[in-house]
């Protein structure tokens, strides 16, 4: 097993090296690219909203967690932590290694409600439950086009 360690890292730092994965992680996302709108993100992070959690192998970046920490915006009064990406590299899954990066996210936003949807190929519900998570809601999507 690969011995990883799980930080917390502040997003401008890290986004050099997040963005040499943004092309491997849009392999597991359906077709969905992996093309983050910079100026929304850069915006957030300005406003201390954007939470990156970081799984390395002796400090090579193998995975991540973004998030968004502010209120829901159905209920102002309620912290959360909505995680909007979640990645990692192939050769580091079924090791347990991506149930304790999402243990650190866990770990790092204490006191708040997480909402996490995925669009990943493999099924994660029994690493979701085991962390704690309850199903919500499904998601589902589709191309629609208009009609010729």
Same mark, same amino acid.
């Given at each position: 097993?690969a011995t ?11 986004l ?66 909505? &995680? @909007? /990406?979640?990645y990692? !590299?192939?050769? +580091?899954?079924y ?9 650190? *996210? &866990? @770990? /790092?936003?204490?006191? !708040?409600?997480? +909402? ?11 690493? *979701? ?6 199903e ?6 589709m191309?629609?086009?208009?009609p010729?």
């Amino acid at each position: 097993m690969a011995t990883l360690t799980f930080q917390t890292e502040r997003w401008r730092d890290v986004l050099p090296e997040l963005q040499t994965m943004f092309a491997e992680h849009s392999k597991d996302t359906h077709g969905m690219p992996v093309e983050l709108d910079m100026d929304i993100y850069n915006a957030m992070d300005g406003a201390g909203q954007v939470h990156v959690v970081t799984a390395r192998d002796d400090g090579w970046l193998v995975g991540y967690v973004i998030a968004f920490l502010k209120t829901h915006l159905h209920s102002k009064s309620i912290p959360c932590c909505f &995680v @909007d /990406s979640f990645y990692l !590299r192939p050769e +580091y899954r079924y090791e347990g290694s991506g149930q304790r990066l999402l243990q650190a *996210l &866990v @770990d /790092s936003v204490r006191g !708040r409600k997480i +909402y996490l949807a995925t669009t990943v190929k493999m099924n994660i519900d029994r690493i *979701l439950r085991g962390l704690g998570f309850v199903e919500l809601e499904r998601g589902y999507v589709m191309e629609a086009s208009w009609p010729q």
